[in-house]
């Protein structure tokens, strides 16, 4: 089994920053890309960044220069550091990871619970 824990959620204020945190563990035997997405009420989940495991990184236009992703591979953990937070990044926030459990699986999606992210304007 394999299991996704994100941490680091809450309230700030627009203008302030979060640092979010997803740990991987469980059965795995290698992670390919890791990322972040997001819900917002009524709306559809996006991507807000990806990264894979030799460190490319991938944004959504609308975090540009405010987010930035970044993974520990030792700890099977990947980051997203958001600053300049603005009131519509208001979202619920999910951690992704593309990963095979075994040498003979083949690459997988798995998905964390989530956590909530609240901008107040």
């Known amino acids: 089994q394999v299991q996704l824990v994100e941490s680091g959620g809450g309230l700030v204020q627009a203008g302030g920053s979060l640092r979010l945190s997803c740990v991987a563990s469980?059965?795995?035997?290698?992670?390919?890309?890791m990322g972040w997405y997001r819900q917002a009420p009524g709306k559809q989940r996006e991507l807000v960044a990806d990264i894979t495991s030799g460190g490319s990184t991938n944004y959504a236009d609308s975090v540009k220069g405010r987010f930035t992703i970044s993974r520990d591979n030792a700890k099977n953990t990947v980051y997203l550091q958001m600053n300049s937070l603005k009131a519509e990044d208001t979202a619920v926030y999910y951690c992704?990871?593309?990963?095979?459990?075994?040498?003979?699986?083949?690459?997988?999606?798995?998905w964390g619970q989530g956590t909530q992210v609240t901008v107040s304007s």
């Open positions: 469980g059965s795995i035997f290698r992670i390919n890309a």
């Open positions: 992704n990871a593309d990963l095979t459990a075994s040498r003979w699986s083949r690459p997988s999606g798995y």
